[in-house]
């Protein structure tokens, strides 16, 4: 079949920005009831208004006025847990957890005034245990976290850790009730410096006192045997076991290259867990190779049994109540969030719920490919370079697409290789995109995350300008038609390489940070001190802040900018965008600003997600004078644009 020629961007597509809200939901959580095996997921739903909902079977269980989500750090995660039928959650609205027991209506456990997240069962001491951040006192510049107990007759909580900044996975150990937990202090990060602990009675005892080691996801053995991941032994993020009797924490399985957790933006993080005493079941994302799910035998040294499905990205890790099967959340280049059921007996999965249906064909599917490229001081940076695809058209002859280079949040995060829709939105279009994991990007080690200490806005903008102009040499991007967008960290990169370099030709910004200086005195708790390790402590480092943010630099600013906003944004405020979009508007600088009524940090509203990616297509459209294939309703306003 002929393809039609057309010029890049003019595609009439096969995924529009409807087909991407419409009959879509994001799936956060799975959550396996440890006593009777039940299998509930949290689904955010665009069409409620991004409203977070638990079910099972494909059924709602809390009511329609819920919404199963937590702001402890205000990213919130782990807002619930299923036990022996019986579900304990978070409300978003007021931040209480309630509990839900069969036939009955949901009971509240809580006050107002406090957030809880990590929610597990004391089942011996009938309580639950919990992170929690206490908002009550509003003259405080910060809440105060700590792990407390909730009886379930109704008495008093009780503090079990405190005096520390930050407290995360409290898991209670099924054979003497000792509870592990990690916790730290400003100005830390949970990816760079935090402690394992453990409670035992009234006692509490540090097992990690490294001050550059980064641990996460303490569980216990089915024996007692507390386990956990730490980047200790050789930079990479590997599972390690404390040898109680001997006083020492000692690697389960050596590998470099490869990470077997994420960075801990969320609570709740599960990427191995236990078969039985004597198996671990993990997963893990390999440099080269991708993710990996695997057996691991705790009696033989480095033996692995690796288990094949159709998944490349893992988490949310569960073994059923019998052992028999594996509970996960997996995704690949192909297929979206997918809750999954895998038998151990017959390597068979079944789906027990998927985030959409891929409605396209693989025709019209822009595959990753992961590149490596130079950059800086002699290193190179990574990331996943998608080429446009569409079964029906290509290029006029001699013109190279579009480039769009799009850069992740934290900016300690990772881009990933799974299914999404809003990709291929641009692919199927006609545009290419790079999606970069520049340095101090989670997935290659810590020498790797370590880039970024001291250099945001430095690393992360010349390996995305690296990125860009790798593929204008590889002719595989028009150089006139550079492109860049990202949200949150990722908005403030892509200020900064409109305002300090000339690779790009225009940018989106979806809640980024424009004046660093305004973001260290008006942020959350989680964040209020990141920066510290990004660019320096404040305001001792006050000229460096002011030499990096976008907003000084406005004479830099001659590529066409849009910005994208959320009213009620906790982590980056309004003010930010408004502050460069007001002294663009006044420089005479092309400029764009959208703000989302009831939106926070990241959008969830269906009318809004759609506004925001139909309003970035329509702008470039207007940029580089290209006719777009459908009427688009995201038309936004483009002051000062001829």
């Known amino acids: 079949m002929s393809k039609t020629k057309a010029q890049y961007?003019?595609?009439?597509?096969?995924?529009?920005?409807?087909?991407?809200?419409?009959?879509?939901?994001?799936?956060?959580?799975?959550?396996?009831?440890?006593?009777?095996?039940?299998?509930?997921?949290?689904?955010?739903?665009?069409?409620?208004?991004?409203?977070?909902?638990?079910?099972?079977?494909?059924?709602?269980?809390?009511?329609?006025?819920?919404?199963?989500?937590?702001?402890?750090?205000?990213?919130?995660?782990?807002?619930?847990?299923?036990?022996?039928?019986?579900?304990?959650?978070?409300?978003?609205?007021?931040?209480?957890?309630?509990?839900?027991?069969?036939?009955?209506?949901?009971?509240?456990?809580?006050?107002?005034?406090?957030?809880?997240?990590?929610?597990?069962?004391?089942?011996?001491?009938?309580?639950?245990?919990?992170?929690?951040?206490?908002?009550?006192?509003?003259?405080?510049?910060?809440?105060?976290?700590?792990?407390?107990?909730?009886?379930?007759?109704?008495?008093?909580?009780?503090?079990?850790?405190?005096?520390?900044?930050?407290?995360?996975?409290?898991?209670?150990?099924?054979v003497d009730g000792s509870i592990a937990f990690i916790t730290w202090s400003f100005p830390n990060m949970p990816w760079n410096n935090t402690k394992v602990c453990v409670l035992k009675g009234d006692q509490i005892l540090q097992i990690t006192t490294n001050d550059d080691e980064a641990c996460a996801e303490p569980q216990w053995s089915p024996d007692g045997v507390l386990y956990f991941v730490t980047d200790r032994r050789n930079g990479w993020w590997n599972i390690h076991f404390y040898n109680e009797k001997e006083q020492f924490v000692q690697y389960v399985l050596a590998l470099d290259n490869a990470e077997f957790t994420t960075p801990a933006w969320v609570f709740g993080n599960k990427h191995y867990t236990f078969k039985d005493k004597d198996t671990i079941v993990a997963s893990w994302s390999d440099v080269m190779e991708g993710g990996k799910l695997a057996l691991i035998n705790l009696n033989k040294s480095d033996s692995v049994q690796y288990i094949k499905t159709n998944y490349s990205v893992f988490n949310f890790l569960n073994v059923s109540t019998d052992g028999n099967s594996l509970l996960f959340l997996g995704s690949s280049p192909t297929s979206p969030s997918t809750a999954v059921r895998y038998q151990f007996a017959d390597s068979s999965t079944q789906v027990l719920k998927t985030s959409f249906q891929v409605d396209i064909s693989e025709q019209d599917i822009s595959a990753p490919r992961v590149i490596e490229f130079q950059t800086e001081n002699n290193r190179t940076a990574f990331g996943n370079y998608y080429a446009p695809r569409n079964s029906e058209y290509e290029g006029l002859d001699g013109e190279l697409p579009p480039l769009l280079v799009q850069i992740h949040g934290g900016p300690t995060a990772q881009c990933s290789t799974t299914f999404n829709k809003k990709i291929q939105y641009w692919t199927n279009r006609g545009f290419a995109i790079l999606d970069v994991n520049y340095g101090g990007s989670t997935g290659y080690g810590r020498e790797y995350r370590n880039r970024l200490d001291g250099n945001w806005g430095i690393v992360d903008v010349d390996d995305c300008c690296n990125g860009a102009l790798h593929l204008v040499k590889q002719g595989l991007a028009d150089s006139k038609r550079l492109?860049?967008?990202?949200?949150?960290?990722?908005?403030?990169?892509?200020?900064?390489?409109?305002?300090?370099?000339?690779?790009?030709?225009?940018?989106?910004?979806?809640?980024?940070?424009?004046?660093?200086?305004?973001?260290?005195?008006?942020?959350?708790?989680?964040?209020?001190?990141?920066?510290?390790?990004?660019i320096g402590a404040y305001p001792a480092q006050k000229s460096v802040y002011v030499e990096r943010s976008p907003i000084h630099h406005l004479e830099g600013f001659a590529a066409p900018l849009a910005l994208f906003q959320g009213d009620e944004d906790k982590i980056v405020p309004p003010n930010q965008a408004e502050m460069i979009y007001k002294q663009l508007l006044s420089a005479g600088k092309p400029v764009s600003y959208t703000l989302f009524k009831g939106e926070q940090h990241g959008f969830r509203q269906a009318e809004n997600i759609r506004r925001a990616l139909d309003g970035e297509f329509y702008f470039y459209s207007k940029v580089f004078g290209f006719k777009t294939a459908e009427d688009l309703e995201g038309k936004i306003k483009i002051d000062n644009i001829e």
């Not at 919404?67 to 299923?82: D, I, K, M, Q, S």
């Not at 200020?495 to 305004?518: I, M, P, T």
């Open 9 to 174: 961007g003019s595609w009439a597509p096969k995924i529009t920005s409807e087909s991407i809200v419409q009959k879509t939901i994001a799936l956060q959580e799975l959550i396996v009831d440890q006593v009777n095996g039940d299998v509930y997921w949290i689904e955010s739903r665009p069409l409620e208004g991004g409203r977070s909902v638990l079910c099972k079977d494909g059924k709602d269980v809390v009511p329609s006025n819920h919404n199963v989500r937590t702001r402890v750090h205000e990213y919130g995660g782990a807002p619930a847990l299923a036990y022996d039928g019986t579900l304990y959650y978070a409300n978003f609205s007021d931040q209480i957890l309630y509990e839900l027991k069969p036939n009955s209506d949901p009971t509240p456990l809580t006050k107002e005034g406090y957030r809880y997240a990590d929610i597990v069962m004391d089942k011996k001491n009938n309580r639950l245990i919990a992170v929690r951040e206490d908002h009550t006192d509003t003259s405080k510049q910060n809440p105060t976290n700590t792990i407390v107990s909730i009886p379930l007759n109704g008495s008093e909580q009780q503090v079990l850790a405190s005096g520390n900044d930050f407290y995360s996975s409290p898991r209670v150990s099924p």
């Open 483 to 534: 492109v860049i967008d990202g949200g949150s960290a990722g908005g403030y990169t892509t200020l900064a390489c409109l305002a300090f370099r000339k690779v790009f030709s225009a940018g989106a910004s979806h809640y980024g940070v424009s004046d660093l200086e305004a973001l260290a005195s008006d942020t959350h708790k989680f964040e209020s001190r990141y920066m510290d390790l990004l």
